[in-house]
């Protein structure tokens, strides 16, 4: 399976994005389908995820601002992210997860190449 991530940019504070990432060579709705982020020095941090059955899961610090969607006919999966701050600044990578703990990266064999978020004024 391969994904690919778009949608980053910069925003200000406050402002939204909506991060879309495509993913091709395998039955995607089947996939549990996972959103990662990662800023400079610091691990990959799990932001959201969304089961094949449409369950979702969020990480403590998106809940209430971030909607992790799917749209299996035509294969894509979406983050929608609100009331950016600057601390949501990162890389953020789509993944199709494989199996354990949906928060650890490690449970996540496929991986776009990420897309950049930067929150500032």
């Known amino acids: 399976v391969q994904l690919q991530a778009s949608g980053g940019g910069l925003v200000q504070p406050g402002g939204s994005l909506r991060l879309s990432c495509v993913a091709s060579g395998g039955t995607f709705r089947r996939f549990t389908m996972g959103w990662f982020r990662q800023a400079p020095g610091k691990e990959r941090e799990f932001v959201a995820v969304?089961?094949?059955?449409?369950?979702?899961y969020y990480g403590d610090s998106v809940k209430g601002r971030f909607t992790i969607s799917r749209d299996n006919t035509k294969d894509m999966v979406y983050l929608q992210m609100n009331s950016l701050k600057p601390e949501d600044t990162a890389v953020y990578y789509c993944?199709?997860?494989?199996?354990?703990?949906?928060?650890?990266?490690?449970?996540?064999?496929?991986w776009g190449q990420g897309t950049q978020v930067t929150v500032s004024s």
């Open positions: 993944a199709g997860h494989n199996g354990g703990n949906y928060q650890i990266a490690a449970s996540y064999n496929y």
């Open positions: 969304i089961i094949w059955s449409g369950i979702t």
